[in-house]
């Protein structure tokens, strides 16, 4: 089938095929948690045992990021690709049948493991077919897009899925969606590896890599449930830190690096890594609240929640396909810092919804918010292609989404964690400033009376929240005013280069 397409024309189907097979595995996961309560009634477990599905989920994806990487450009992209959506449909089969817990988590484990292939690989494979800078930056920030856009859509697909047939649905759906992204893969897809291509691979460093992130992330999502000051919690710290010393020792004497710890060396990378990490923390973490406010306080069903993020969707495409415009224009740090500075501006209209906003007020903030994250996707994708050689692309694009998912669980993690801590505090102060008015008060009232100053107490610590997150996020904007790329290096990446990339 490659063959009846142009070469001006087959870069596009690769960009729209891995594409599709991004926001399929993404939308997936989102998807996952709307399923939960019915998977609850199902197996007859608490909520707590259930979230060991999405913990599952998260742990594998994280901890193989950047293992998939390095195959990739070692053994080869596209067979990475493949198995990885093989894997996914094949994973998704199994998580359809799951009998009980047990067996949902380690089905679970297996689909993570399979989709943590995706990220790396497609992002060296777009590196490699769009040899322009300025239509290479439009593809990824096409590409990057996908991720949020896979996350807001989850709701308006799975909600009446889940609703209309049953939880099982949302995984059997996976298989004829899976078979087209294989489908478009083994005809578009062409093999591409590094130049540094060898049979060796670092199974201890990757070892021990898997076992830092493993501790990191599992603190990350289950602190708030164990106290972040807990023996659990210690014992996580502890052993995070132990297995990054080992890791870094061991990488340093390294003939073949599973990270190349000289990455980290190249400033436009650590900083453009920076503010990755502040801007996802911050959006992932708002997305994350932002449904339970709806729900909670506003009364809407998870369909109409849904129906919130789409103005943030639409708006987050055009504006990552603008920004890779202006790739070559405007220097990419004040591309990135003027959007992070918007986005900073939506922050501080969230500081503002309480139980009487209305949807607007939900979702000009998130649109605002999407048109300045958007902006510098593109930029902050192409900076991390562009620094480095086009046969480590596949690790250093392993390390930004390492550094995304890190991000996304501790923007969580951290919006929560201060969401729980200003409630307790809100409660106190408004319960101190609250008069009962009437002349008995009995115990009816009481109870009343306690129910309205915890709503008034959980309302008003959603704008705390979101005055910590605007703050955060306009001191992290400024990040990308470090993120200098030489010019010579970018005169560089713009001339064509030549890849292992033969015609099938």
Known sequence: MAKTVSKDRLRWWVLGTVVFGTFLGRLDQTVVNLALPKIISDFG??????????????????????????LGDTAGRKKVYIIGFVGFIVASGLCAVAWNLPSMIAFRVIQGFAVSADYPTAMAIIAITFTDMRERAQALGLWSASFAVASIFGPLIG?????????????????????????????????????????????????????????????????????????????????TVVFTVAFIKIERHESEPIVDLSFFSIKPFVFTLINNFIVFMAMMGSIFLIPIFAETFLGYSATQTGFLFIPMAVCLMVAAALGGRLIGKVESRYVIFIGTLVATFAFYLFTFIDARSGAWAIMLPMTIMAAGLGFGMAQR????????????????????????????????????????????????????????????????????????VILKAEVMSYAHVYWIATIVIFVGSFTALFIRVPHELERVVAMPRTETMPTE
């Open 159 to 239: 909600g009446p899925i889940i609703d209309d047939f049953n939880w099982r649905a949302i995984f059997f759906m996976n298989i004829p969606l899976g078979l087209i992204g294989l489908a478009l893969a083994l005809a578009f897809v062409h093999e591409s590896v590094g130049k540094k291509r060898t049979a060796h691979f670092d199974w201890l460093g990757s070892s021990v890599l898997s076992g830092a992130l493993f501790t990191l992330t599992f603190v990350l999502d289950r602190g708030q449930t164990w106290g972040w000051l807990s023996s659990a919690s210690i014992i996580c710290y502890v052993a």
């Open 45 to 70: 477990i608490t909520v707590t045992d259930a979230a060991w599905i999405a913990t599952a989920y998260i742990l594998a994806n994280a901890v193989f990021v950047p293992i998939w990487g390095k």
């Open 381 to 452: 994708t192409n900076i991390i292609a562009t620094v480095v050689s086009k046969e480590e692309i596949g690790e250093a694009s392993a390390i930004l989404a390492l550094v995304r998912n890190i991000a996304g669980a501790f923007g969580v993690a951290v919006f929560s964690t201060i969401l729980d801590n200003a409630i307790n505090a809100n409660v106190l102060s408004v319960a101190r400033s609250s008069v009962i008015n009437v002349a008995t008060v009995g115990a009816e009232t009481m109870r009343q009376f306690t129910a309205l």
